[in-house]
């Protein structure tokens, strides 16, 4: 699990000599996804972030893990056109260095946000989806929780600002970013929170370990089992999602 692979005491200084960061300034953290499709609608948005932070602070280092080549070469391009001034440094994969190295962090919705979480660092949190997507969503009601980042949902209220849609803007994520690198305060009541949260997460993990160990003594499937079966299920179906579009393409064709 996640929370296993984080160690509680985040060595900052040790971090940043690792990836040859200066001590000096202030370090800001890019994860723009995982995915293609986040890159594409976070990654200018991002870039951009990084541009509005460096007019206030020219000293202060920027730089972004990335997941593959393929989402480093993408963002990079985003990088080139929104910030060309600003030397954002990509790195090829490395989240944990880096977050542990970062004093504040912009991070795109997903399991990032938990990493950050663990890391105990202040963050920005972005979700943007396709227009049609969001229309869809919003029309029908179809989002039920008060929050979409899992920091905030975990802890049942907002720990971290997160931004959705057209709020994701440069600006607003830099001025979100900005308002952690000039509020200890703020930085200092979230560090409570951060480390009961990490506590929470870790002691989560030891208890599913321990049932899933003792559920393996009796033969009963453990949760790794569930997770393996369900994940050839979404498999299955995929398959068979695109099997029906082929037949479909194949009867317009006829």
């Avoid at 995982?34 to 972030?49: K, P, Q, T």
């Avoid at 970013?177 to 305060?185: G, M």
Wanted: hydrophobic share 45%; charged share 25%; net charge positive.
């Amino acid at each position: 699990p996640l929370a296993d692979q984080i160690p509680f005491e985040i060595d900052r200084a040790a971090a940043r000599l690792a990836l040859g960061l200066r001590d000096d300034s202030r370090v800001l953290a890019l994860l723009p996804g995982s995915r293609r499709g986040e890159v594409e609608h976070l990654g200018r948005e991002f870039a951009a972030a990084a541009r509005w932070l460096a007019h206030r602070d020219p000293n202060m280092q920027f730089i972004a893990p990335m997941a593959s080549p393929e989402l480093r070469y993408l963002f990079e391009q985003q990088c080139a056109q929104v910030a060309p001034r600003q030397l954002i440094r990509l790195e090829q994969g490395r989240a944990r260095e880096v977050l542990a190295a970062c004093d504040v962090a912009i991070v795109a919705s997903g399991t990032a946000t938990l990493e950050t979480a663990l890391s105990q660092r202040p963050m920005v949190v972005a979700y943007r989806m396709g227009r049609m997507t969001a229309t869809l969503l919003r029309r029908f009601a179809l989002v039920k929780v008060p929050f979409f980042s899992q920091p905030n949902l975990l802890a049942g209220r907002e720990l971290v600002p997160e931004y959705f849609q057209e709020r994701v803007t440069g600006e607003i994520l830099g001025r979100a970013a900005w308002q952690w690198f000039e509020s200890p305060q703020r930085v200092a009541v979230l560090g409570p929170a951060g480390t009961m949260l990490t506590a929470a997460m870790k002691t989560k993990a030891a208890t599913d370990r321990a049932v899933s160990t003792w559920w393996a003594t009796i033969g009963l499937p453990t949760r790794r089992d569930q997770e393996r079966s369900l994940h050839k299920l979404n498999q299955l179906e995929s398959r068979l999602l695109d099997l029906e579009e082929r037949l479909a393409d194949t009867g317009r064709g006829n």
